[in-house]
């Protein structure tokens, strides 16, 4: 059978309709418009997220010097995705989430973090054992763990609140065979991130390179 063609000068209105080449043929299609209140509503939401990811990435801050990356872009664009699939705003697409892009948390910490949440006491259990930080360079003298709980709705104002537990230091030239346990309790029906960091010294300074650093989202609600 013989394939339809259709030219530019069939097309009965240019500005409404466009000609469509396929395999089967040609056909003429109108044009896609993108109503302007779903464009109002698109601008909305991303406002919305990126204050939201403002929001969490300023209660975070005194915990992420040296770490790198578009982190409110991929922050926002989550919780967007979020309220696309569910119809509201929430963390649903957060598990998982390293906060920096290019140096995820499993590129530093090779062992396996374990998450319970026991009627909102969540426990963070991690194993530290012999070669489970890579050591990036020779600076690098000691490491240390972070868990991190940020509760709150983002998208409410001042809503936010940090809690934070640290590990005390375990050195590269030492072997250890030991599990950290971070502990909290989270108020019934609150919304959480849970955050697990790993950290390295140089010395007793922090070390200078995002590399040397993993942020991850291990709970949420």
């Known amino acids: 059978m013989k394939k339809k063609r ?10 409404k309709y466009h000609i469509v080449h396929s395999r089967e043929g040609d056909y003429i ?8 209140i779903n464009l109002q509503l698109a601008e909305m939401a991303a ?11 300023t209660k975070l801050k005194p915990f992420t010097e040296w770490m790198l990356g578009r982190m409110n872009v991929r922050l926002s664009g989550k919780m967007r995705s979020a309220k696309k699939l ?4 929430n963390y649903s697409l957060l598990q998982g989430f390293d906060l920096q892009k290019e ?16 009627n909102g006491k969540l426990t963070l259990h991690v194993p530290v054992s012999a070669g489970c930080i890579k050591k990036h360079n020779g600076l690098v003298t000691a490491y240390y763990f972070e868990a991190i709980l940020l509760t709150g709705d983002a998208m409410v104002d001042n809503s936010l609140r940090v809690e934070d537990e640290r590990s005390g230091l375990f050195y590269f030239d030492q072997v250890y065979d030991t599990i950290v346990v971070f502990q909290f309790v989270v ?10 960091k790993v950290g390295c010294m140089e010395g007793n300074e922090m070390a ?3 590399r040397h650093y993993g942020m991850r989202v291990v709970g949420h609600q």
């Open 29 to 36: 299609r109108a044009k896609r418009k993108t109503s302007f």
């Open 86 to 89: 569910t119809g509201f705003y």
């Open 208 to 210: 200078h390179h995002g």
């Open 6 to 15: 259709i030219t530019d000068n069939m097309n009965p209105d240019p500005e």
């Open 47 to 57: 406002e919305t997220c990126s204050g939201a990811a403002k929001q969490i990435l």
């Open 103 to 118: 140096h995820p948390l499993d590129a530093l910490y090779k062992e396996v973090y374990k998450v319970k949440n026991n």
């Open 187 to 196: 108020p019934d029906k609150t919304a959480y991130l849970l955050w697990l």
